[in-house]
């Protein structure tokens, strides 16, 4: 089964600051790479999808980006909403294993 | 709109029975995936497994196969999560999710969870 690494595992940031979120694969997956936010106590939401598609709804200020094996989420200018537990997931194959979360908090 | 209606939390003693239930609405039930995501205390997100109900094809997760059964009622748009006798470590809540597969792949719909505690 394919893996996925996070990094980093949490980080502490200041409200308009630039995140930068990456996501590992242990082989290539093309751009087949989701990635979701969730809150405490809530279902995770969707972010982006095929690495680079931004889900509607979703603030411009969130990008995904990379294939192959890594891949990034960027959040331009965090805002105070932005603050949750975000992972990434993979549609290579079956099973379509979650990254371990990156936990982002106030700084 | 689409919908994922889950069925409510439960506690359950070790050896138990247990079979959890996601209602769909809004969309062909039966044309798209439809799985589970487990979700320990304090941890990450786990993929279980989903099923496509048009067929009943089910995809497991390695870690979950043999110890869920997953499976889908196309004549009340429901799909379940059932185990056969409860141990403490399925302390968890249990999420569902609509998922679209391949290189587009996402779950953009999710239930609301379903906390099952398993204690004596």
């Known amino acids: 089964a394919i893996q996925l690494t996070q990094s980093p595992s949490s980080l502490s940031a200041s409200v308009g600051d630039r995140v930068t979120i990456t996501c590992r694969a242990s082989q290539g997956i093309s751009s087949a790479v989701a990635w979701y936010q969730q809150k405490p106590g809530k279902a995770p939401n969707l972010v982006i999808y095929?690495?680079?598609n931004l889900e509607s709804g979703v603030p411009s200020r969130f990008s995904g980006s990379g294939s192959g094996t890594d891949f990034t989420l960027t959040i331009s200018s965090l805002q105070p909403e932005d603050f949750a537990t975000y992972y990434c997931?993979?549609?290579?194959?079956?099973?379509?294993?979650f990254g371990p979360g990156t936990k982002v908090d106030i700084k | 709109e689409v919908q994922l209606v889950q069925s409510g939390a439960e506690v359950k003693k070790p050896g138990e029975s247990l079979k959890i239930s996601c209602k769909g609405s809004?969309?062909?039930?039966?044309?798209?995936?439809i799985g589970w995501v487990r979700q320990m205390p304090g941890k990450g997100l786990e993929w279980m497994g989903i099923i496509y109900p048009a067929d009943s094809d089910t995809r497991y997760s390695p870690s979950f196969q043999g110890q869920v059964t997953i499976s889908a009622d196309k004549s009340v748009s429901t799909a379940y999560l059932q185990w056969s006798s409860l141990k403490a470590s399925d302390t968890a809540i249990y999420y569902c999710a609509r998922w679209l597969t391949g290189t587009a792949g996402r779950a953009e719909y999710w239930g609301q969870g379903t906390l099952v505690t398993v204690s004596s």
């Open positions: 809004g969309y062909s039930f039966t044309s798209n995936w």
């Open positions: 997931q993979h549609f290579n194959s079956f099973p379509y294993t």
């Open positions: 095929g690495a680079s």
